[in-house]
């Protein structure tokens, strides 16, 4: 399931860390790991935990907290609105409504052709550019009115089209 190549990523994030702290790797190797699978499974978890000398628990403590680790696999584009309260005020939650319009999924589904996953998240920290919101938990994108929700999603599905 977890490839050599992974395996030897793992090791190079351990070797960061002393000897008897090499549990300070687990954000790193759940990355790896979602990068290499697209989600992280309870599989990966106990993988994880075995080669870090964990708890599977503890691992998986840390995959539920952040909702960065994604635990099923998710759209090839993953679009994380912020709805804490800063961006809620200025629209956060009409820009996830009119998402999930646009897309014709529910917040938390994922379209059929398996392009997008909507998902609502915690503060991103950039409340004064609210609403904002994340794709793939790498691009933030700031003052999310809903002609600029369109042009993100057209954006990209016309990326998609091109390949």
């Given at each position: 399931?977890?490839?050599?190549s992974t395996l030897a990523r793992f090791a190079?994030?351990?070797?960061?860390?002393?000897?008897?702290?090499?549990?300070?790797?687990?954000?790193?190797?759940?990355?790896?790991?979602?990068?290499?699978?697209?989600?992280?499974?309870?599989?990966?978890?106990?993988?994880?935990?075995?080669?870090l000398g964990m708890a599977p628990m503890a691992?998986?403590?840390?995959?539920?907290?952040?909702?960065?680790?994604?635990?099923?696999?998710?759209?090839?584009?993953?679009?994380?609105?912020?709805?804490?309260?800063?961006?809620?005020?200025?629209?956060?939650?009409?820009?996830?409504?009119?998402?999930?319009?646009?897309?014709?999924?529910?917040?938390?589904?994922?379209?059929?052709?398996?392009?997008?996953?909507?998902?609502?998240?915690?503060?991103?920290?950039?409340?004064?550019?609210?609403?904002?919101?994340?794709?793939?938990?790498?691009?933030?994108?700031?003052?999310m009115t809903n002609d600029k929700l369109d042009?993100?999603?057209?954006?990209?599905?016309?990326?998609?089209?091109?390949?």
């Amino acid at each position: 399931m977890i490839s050599e190549s992974t395996l030897a990523r793992f090791a190079k994030e351990v070797a960061k860390y002393p000897d008897d702290q090499k549990q300070s790797a687990v954000m790193a190797c759940l990355s790896i790991v979602q990068q290499e699978l697209g989600f992280v499974s309870t599989d990966s978890e106990k993988v994880i935990a075995d080669y870090l000398g964990m708890a599977p628990m503890a691992v998986h403590e840390v995959t539920t907290f952040y909702n960065m680790y994604n635990q099923r696999p998710v759209g090839k584009y993953k679009l994380n609105v912020c709805t804490n309260l800063p961006c809620q005020l200025r629209d956060g939650a009409k820009a996830l409504h009119h998402l999930e319009q646009k897309l014709g999924i529910s917040m938390g589904g994922t379209t059929p052709d398996g392009m997008f996953t909507l998902q609502q998240s915690e503060c991103l920290g950039a409340c004064a550019d609210s609403p904002v919101m994340l794709v793939n938990d790498r691009s933030m994108c700031s003052f999310m009115t809903n002609d600029k929700l369109d042009q993100l999603v057209d954006g990209l599905r016309a990326v998609e089209e091109k390949k």
